[in-house]
């Protein structure tokens, strides 16, 4: 997948005012790619592995999609370099005593970039739709009881429970974008979508590239470049001569195994930082013997989650048998699983399981899952475990997922932070992403119970809780976190790679 998490570094209950940033209005975008008047000119090349399934964003929970949607979007708040919400749409908010109640106040003189008015009607058009419609991020909004929209400036989000982490709900990445409601309706937004963002789509072709034009209504400081181009490019090998050979200038999707040496070499920029992601396999709970737990334990006692991840990573990433990261101040530390094929035979025995075929569904467009599959198949094999690999490209994984047509997959979320990203869409009953059908009702209680508790520690002890019942119910079998690896050009500036894989490209220029 990617599905694509939400960002927020810790919860802030209590009343913040930031003074508000400047606006600006320009010319309107140039649709034809021609280069809008002003900046430094150029249009940037990036290479992604895979193509988006669709450009709007409260429906697409693909992680090339949100490549291109970050560039294109705004939210009312967002994470900065340091994961800490900050003013995006909205340049000040302050909460009620009880809680209950935060009133958010939108810059002045936003526009859409088409030229049109983004106000707060806009803001309440977007939530309500994700939540009447029942879209991938409604659960975000599951203590929202009310959005309203008094003035033109003025956005009042009333809940029914204290919400601790609403920021990250409410701005986190932008699946939570503010949309435009004609966009919507028209059904442009799929291959065309009208963002308030640094940059437009101008044009889409399917198989080949996404192309944007610096958007001159931004109301922030005017990007730079005149526009990025994100082509597809699956094969890593192939990127990086692309990016050697100029016809790129930016790519996330180097050969792993060269990461180390490319470092080293000075021709080009190449960064990794630890991540907030995780990578994992689940189980079908909706299929036998998966619904049993001693198989699914049984499949976890039988991997070697440290040969995986050499074979996958190359060792960019570490190994980690929960979902949130050593780094994060959230991370609980357990790890019941060791490979034992011994083990894995005895809890298959107890199941009265032998003879086992099992579907493992990976994607080309994440080549690491077709690189693990082969190890974990090799893995299995030595407990009585036949994997047959099934490999598609990513929008068909993405319909499969949906439907529940697996035995197996192996995938991750990306630019997770606060807890709740880690575990309730993914883990409650309930959750918009629990494919693999895992129930438990004590899982439930404290997912939800920790939605609203505001005192750090018990929040962090529920989690932890989640974290144990999780990895003992086999709903995900955790294998690693990965690093944030990235390559550039010398030519390009102002460009970080950032722990959350935003994809930011509207301060970055681009030397002639």
């Known amino acids: 997948m990617s599905n694509f ?63 291109v949607l970050e560039n294109v979007y705004d939210t009312l708040v967002e994470p900065d370099e340091n994961l800490e919400m900050k003013p995006a749409l909205a340049t000040e908010w302050k909460t009620s005593d009880d809680q209950l109640t935060w009133t958010f106040t939108l810059r002045e003189g936003v526009k859409f970039s088409d030229g049109s008015p983004l106000t707060s009607q806009d803001v309440k058009y977007s939530f309500d739709r994700i939540v009447g419609e029942k879209l991938n991020n409604a659960y975000r909004f599951a203590s929202v009881k009310s959005v309203a929209a008094p003035d033109p400036k003025t956005v009042v989000v009333t809940l029914s429970a204290p919400t601790p982490n609403l920021l990250a709900n ?27 963002g640094p940059f437009a789509v101008s044009a889409y072709t399917s198989g080949d590239s996404v192309k944007l034009v610096r958007n001159d209504n931004y109301w922030g400081d005017k990007p730079k470049l005149d526009g990025v181009t994100f082509t597809f490019v699956k094969d890593p090998t192939v990127a990086l001569q692309n990016l050697r050979g100029g016809e790129v200038q930016w790519t996330d999707n180097l050969p792993p195994q060269q990461v180390p040496s490319l470092k080293d070499g000075g021709d080009l920029e190449v ?183 505001t005192d750090q520690a018990a929040r962090k002890q529920a989690y932890d809780q989640v974290a144990k019942q999780v990895v003992d119910d086999a709903s995900y079998i955790y294998l690693y976190n990965p690093d944030v690896v990235q390559g550039w050009s010398k030519k390009v500036t102002g460009y970080q790679a950032r722990t959350d894989r935003a994809i930011r490209f509207r301060d970055v220029a681009l030397a002639k």
């Not at 209590?14 to 809008?36: E, H, I, M, R, Y």
């Not at 960064?271 to 737990?293: E, F, G, H, I, M």
């Not at 994607?363 to 036949?386: D, R």
Request: glycine share 12%; aromatic share 10%; with cysteine.
């Open 5 to 67: 998490g939400s960002r927020l570094a810790g919860a802030t209950l209590a009343v913040v005012l930031v003074a508000a940033g400047g606006c600006s209005a320009g010319k309107g975008v140039d649709v034809d790619g021609g280069g809008a008047t002003g900046g430094a000119g150029g249009v940037l090349t990036a290479a992604i592995g895979g193509e988006p399934d669709q450009l709007d964003p409260h429906k697409t929970s693909a992680y090339y999609s949100f490549q």
């Open 170 to 196: 409410l701005g986190g990445f932008k699946g939570v974008a503010i949309v435009q409601k004609a966009n919507i309706e028209s059904g442009a937004v799929k291959t065309k979508p009208v963002g308030s």
């Open 271 to 453: 960064q990794t930082t630890p991540s907030s992601d995780y990578w994992y396999l689940t189980l079908n709970q909706a299929r036998k013997p998966y619904s049993d737990v001693n198989v699914r334990r049984a499949v976890a006692f039988a991997l070697d989650p440290a040969a995986i991840t050499k074979a996958a990573k190359f060792g960019l990433a570490t190994t980690n048998q929960t979902a949130i990261p050593k780094g994060s101040a959230w991370y609980y530390e357990y790890a019941p699983y060791r490979h034992d094929p011994a083990q894995a035979k005895q809890l298959l025995g107890q199941a009265g399981v032998t003879g086992l075929t099992m579907e493992l569904m990976v994607t080309s467009e994440y080549p690491e899952t077709v690189s693990a599959a082969q190890v974990i198949a090799a893995q299995l094999k030595e407990v009585g475990i036949t994997v047959r690999i099934r490999t598609l490209d990513f929008a068909q994984w993405l319909d499969e997922q949906g439907k529940g047509n697996f035995d197996a997959f192996m995938l991750g979320w990306l630019g997770n932070i606060d807890p709740d990203e880690f575990y309730y869409a993914q883990h409650h009953s309930g959750g918009t992403f629990n494919f693999q059908k895992y129930r438990n009702p004590a899982v439930d209680k404290l997912l939800d119970q920790a939605r609203t508790e």
